[in-house]
């Protein structure tokens, strides 16, 4: 089993940055990636961006020159720097990762539990 906890939410003016942490802890193998998402109300959840164990990422166009995405494999954590912030930008984002389950290895998925991110214009 596999925990992920998230902080780095908040109220932040248009324009203005976010750092987003996720810590992984528990039971696994491996971790094959890290990833944020974000839901805002009455639409659906969308896939922000990806980072491999191996450090390959994928932005979202929405967001691409705005945030970035980095981890420390060392600490199981994923970050999410986000920068020039948008009112649309205004959502629940959560962690996901993808793990080498142990002593299985079969591939698993786990959520964090979400945090917010509002941007005032």
């Known amino acids: 089993q596999v925990q992920l906890v998230e902080s780095g939410g908040g109220l932040v003016q248009a324009g203005g940055s976010l750092r987003l942490s996720c810590e992984a802890s528990?039971?696994?193998?491996?971790?094959?990636?890290m990833a944020w998402y974000r839901q805002a109300p009455g639409k659906q959840r969308e896939l922000v961006a990806r980072?491999?164990?191996?450090?390959?990422?994928y932005i979202a166009d929405s967001v691409k020159g705005r945030f970035t995405i980095s981890r420390d494999n060392a600490k199981n954590a994923v970050y999410l720097q986000m920068n020039s912030l948008k009112p649309e930008d205004t959502a629940a984002y959560y962690c996901?990762?993808?793990?080498?389950?142990?002593?299985?290895?079969?591939?698993?998925?786990?959520w964090g539990q979400g945090t917010q991110v509002t941007v005032s214009s």
């Open positions: 996901f990762v993808e793990v080498v389950s142990s002593p299985s290895r079969r591939l698993a998925g786990y």
């Open positions: 528990g039971t696994f193998f491996s971790i094959n990636a």
């Open positions: 980072i491999t164990s191996g450090g390959s990422t």
